[in-house]
C-alpha cells in the first residue's frame, strides 16, 4: 500500500437500515472502534486469507477515507481528506455476537488479520462530489450491497470531529465510515469487486482457512 497508514477507526450502525438488519439500535452518537494496522490488506486483485473456523464471517462494505494531515477545530473536510477507497469491514459475526454478550470488546470479531481490505487509494475530489455517486460491492458477479454517504446517520463531517474529539485525527489515520444494508455470509472462494459510481477500484478472491 503506497500511503503509510497510522490509526484506523471505523464507524459501526452509520446506516439506519443495516442497524436495522442486525437488529440493533441507531445509536445517539458516533459508534467508535478501531482496528490494528496488521488487519490492513490490498484489493488488488490477489488471494486474501481470512478465519474459516470461527463461526460465520461477513462482509461490510465501507467508504473509507485518509487523512492528509493533523486535524484543527474548524479545518473544512476538503482541507483534512486527500484520498479514499472502497473497504470491506470482514467481520465475524457470531463471536461478535458471543463478545457482545458478555461484555467484552469486540476486537477479537473485527480487528483479525486481513479484516480491513481496501481498494487502491483514489483522489479525494471534495466532500460535495463524494455525496454524488453510489458506492456498491459486487460478490460472484452479482451486486450484494450499494450505499451513499447521503444516508450515512453521522455525516463525514460529524464523524471526524467527533473521533479527533474524542481519540485524536493526525496525517495518515484512515477511518472507515460505516455499511449500508446487505451484510452477508462469506465463503471459500468467494471473489468481491469493489465499486465507486459503478466503476471498479479493486477486488479479491477469499480464501478461508481452517
Ligand atoms: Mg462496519
Known amino acids: 500500500m503506497p500511503i503509510s497508514i497510522k490509526n484506523i477507526f471505523c464507524v459501526g450502525r452509520n446506516y439506519a437500515q443495516?442497524?436495522?438488519?442486525?437488529n440493533n439500535a441507531v445509536p445517539q452518537?458516533?459508534?467508535?472502534?478501531t482496528k490494528p494496522t496488521h488487519s490492513l490488506a490490498e484489493a488488488n486483485g490477489r488471494e486474501i486469507i481470512l478465519p474459516g473456523d470461527q463461526g460465520q464471517l461477513q462482509y461490510e462494505v465501507e467508504l473509507v477515507f485518509h487523512m492528509a494531515r493533523q486535524y484543527e477545530p474548524g479545518i473544512k473536510v476538503d482541507d483534512l481528506v486527500d484520498q479514499m477507497a472502497i473497504g470491506i469491514d470482514f467481520t465475524l459475526r457470531d463471536l461478535q455476537?458471543?463478545?457482545?454478550?458478555?461484555g467484552y470488546p469486540w476486537l477479537l470479531a473485527k480487528g483479525f488479520i486481513n479484516s480491513a481490505v481496501i481498494t487502491?487509494?483514489?483522489?479525494?475530489?471534495?466532500?460535495?462530489a463524494a455525496l454524488e455517486v453510489d458506492f456498491s460491492l459486487d460478490k460472484n458477479g452479482q451486486e450484494?450491497?450499494?450505499g451513499n454517504m447521503k444516508d450515512m446517520i453521522f455525516d463525514l463531517p460529524t464523524v471526524i470531529d467527533y473521533t479527533a474529539l474524542h481519540l485524536g485525527l493526525g496525517q495518515g489515520d484512515i477511518i472507515f465510515t460505516g455499511t449500508p444494508a446487505g451484510v452477508g455470509p462469506v465463503l471459500d472462494g468467494d471473489h468481491f469487486s469493489f465499486k465507486l459510481a459503478d466503476k471498479e477500484l479493486g477486488n479479491c478472491i477469499i480464501k478461508l482457512s481452517k
Open 18 to 22: 443495516h442497524a436495522q438488519e442486525l
Open 29 to 33: 452518537a458516533p459508534l467508535l472502534f
Open 97 to 102: 455476537s458471543e463478545l457482545k454478550g458478555k
Open 120 to 128: 487502491p487509494w483514489q483522489p479525494f475530489t471534495g466532500l460535495k
Open 144 to 146: 450484494v450491497q450499494r
